[in-house]
C-alpha cells in the first residue's frame, strides 16, 4: 500500500500512539483485548482517490480478545479518526468495523509496506 501512495498518517505499537509510522518490524505488531495496550495503524490513500479531491482512510487494530488473533479493519472517507491511545483502535463509535480472523501479522505487514 505504502509503495502505491498510500501514506500513515497515525499508528501504535503497543507502547506509543502518535501521527507517525511504528510499525517497521513484525515485533511492532502486538495483539492484546482492548482496553489493554495493543498495536493499530491508520494509512491514507493518496489524493484524489476514489474521487477528485478525496481520500479513504483504512484502519488496522489488533486490540480482539486473547488468543482470538483477530485484527478489525475499518473504512472511511470524511477525514483522518483523532484517538491517540494504546489501550483502544484509532476509530470512534459511528465507525463500521469489519474482522479478520488470521494469525498472519508478518503477511500483513508485507501487504502494507510493499504494496
Do not use: E
Request: hydrophobic residues 40%; aromatic residues 14%.
Amino acid at each position: 500500500m505504502l509503495a502505491a501512495g498510500w501514506t500513515v498518517t497515525q499508528s501504535c505499537d503497543g507502547t506509543t500512539a502518535d501521527a507517525t509510522d511504528r510499525w517497521n518490524a513484525v515485533s511492532d505488531i502486538n495483539y492484546a483485548a482492548a482496553p489493554a495496550a495493543h498495536s493499530w495503524i491508520v494509512l491514507r490513500s493518496p489524493l484524489d482517490y476514489p474521487s477528485a479531491g478525496n481520500y479513504i482512510y483504512f484502519a488496522i487494530d489488533y486490540g480482539a480478545p486473547t488468543g482470538d488473533y483477530r485484527c478489525d479493519f475499518a473504512f472511511r472517507g470524511d477525514g483522518d479518526w483523532t484517538t491517540l491511545s494504546t489501550t483502544v483502535g484509532p476509530y470512534d463509535a459511528d465507525t463500521t468495523i469489519y474482522y479478520y480472523n488470521n494469525k498472519r501479522n508478518s503477511l500483513l505487514l508485507i501487504l502494507i509496506k510493499l504494496i
